[in-house]
């Protein structure tokens, strides 16, 4: 790379796939932090993956890993990490973590994560994965409904929603410590052919009371389940 050196353990597939896709995909659309960078080298995607999609574990796509969810493409996950502004210090909710991978990457870049999907098969995968990967900062909880986060360990210096969503809910939002971040994407249209909707990269900061909605990059994302639109509801 040219001012940034990640460094890759090894010169096996996987790992030459991660550093192509760390340059090819994320550093070429300014994403620049090293800790985002290295924390993409160091945890593979394939083990996350059914068998018959490892091969395109890195494509810069949406992938469908089964029972209507979807791993999101690297470079939307890359972006959405990047506007959350996460140091060592913080305490993130992952939102749809399905059998691990956000988390993993989130355990790198933050103090302690709560990760939480409504999928209880998931959740028993994703603890099998955590030891193998020796990740002890990270609380794989399942839960009913998505939407309305995972109270017990709020406030939250971050969210991190796997997935695209229509509305936040109020209790959602109530999670976020003052000045907390929650990253996500908006959907925006839906398309008649595929559950890959049209979105938004989102920001939102609490300030105070308050939440604040921002909107940044285009991306296609698959609305996480429970995150559907509710009747009346407005951003």
Do not use: W
């Given at each position: 790379?040219?001012?940034?050196d990640?460094?890759?353990?090894?010169?096996n597939p996987?790992?030459?796939?991660?550093?192509?896709?760390?340059?090819?995909?994320?550093?070429?659309?300014?994403?620049?932090?090293?800790r985002?960078?290295?924390a993409?080298?160091?945890?593979a995607?394939?083990p996350?993956?059914?068998?018959?999609?490892?091969?395109?574990?890195?494509?810069d796509?949406?992938?469908?890993?089964?029972?209507?969810?979807?791993?999101?493409?690297?470079?939307?996950?890359?972006?959405?990490?990047d506007l959350a502004?996460?140091?060592?210090?913080?305490?993130?909710?992952?939102?749809?973590?399905?059998?691990?991978?956000?988390?993993?990457?989130?355990?790198?870049l933050?103090?302690?994560?709560?990760?939480?999907d409504?999928?209880?098969n998931?959740?028993?995968?994703?603890?099998?994965?955590?030891?193998?990967?020796?990740?002890?900062?990270?609380?794989?909880?399942?839960?009913?409904?998505?939407?309305?986060?995972?109270?017990?360990?709020a406030?939250?210096?971050?969210?991190?929603?796997?997935?695209?969503i229509?509305?936040?809910?109020?209790?959602?939002?109530?999670?976020?410590?003052p000045?907390g971040?929650?990253?996500?994407?908006?959907?925006?249209?839906?398309r008649?052919?595929?559950?890959?909707?049209l979105g938004?990269?989102?920001?939102?900061?609490?300030?105070?009371?308050?939440?604040?909605?921002?909107?940044?990059?285009?991306?296609?994302?698959?609305?996480?389940?429970?995150?559907?639109?509710?009747?009346?509801?407005?951003?």
């Amino acid at each position: 790379m040219t001012d940034i050196d990640v460094k890759v353990q090894n010169t096996n597939p996987s790992a030459v796939m991660r550093k192509h896709m760390i340059l090819g995909q994320l550093y070429t659309n300014d994403i620049v932090d090293k800790r985002i960078l290295q924390a993409m080298a160091d945890i593979a995607r394939e083990p996350f993956m059914p068998a018959k999609l490892q091969g395109a574990a890195y494509v810069d796509e949406d992938l469908d890993v089964g029972n209507g969810r979807y791993l999101m493409a690297p470079l939307t996950f890359a972006k959405l990490l990047d506007l959350a502004e996460i140091t060592p210090s913080c305490k993130i909710l992952n939102i749809g973590c399905m059998n691990g991978y956000t988390a993993a990457i989130l355990s790198k870049l933050g103090n302690y994560v709560v990760a939480t999907d409504s999928d209880a098969n998931a959740i028993i995968e994703a603890r099998t994965q955590m030891q193998r990967l020796k990740i002890a900062n990270v609380n794989l909880q399942p839960v009913s409904t998505m939407s309305d986060g995972y109270g017990m360990s709020a406030p939250y210096d971050v969210i991190v929603i796997q997935g695209a969503i229509s509305f936040i809910s109020e209790v959602l939002g109530s999670q976020l410590a003052p000045g907390g971040r929650l990253v996500t994407v908006r959907n925006i249209a839906t398309r008649p052919d595929t559950p890959i909707g049209l979105g938004k990269g989102l920001l939102v900061n609490r300030i105070e009371q308050k939440l604040q909605y921002r909107e940044h990059f285009d991306a296609s994302c698959a609305i996480l389940s429970s995150f559907e639109q509710v009747p009346g509801f407005t951003f």
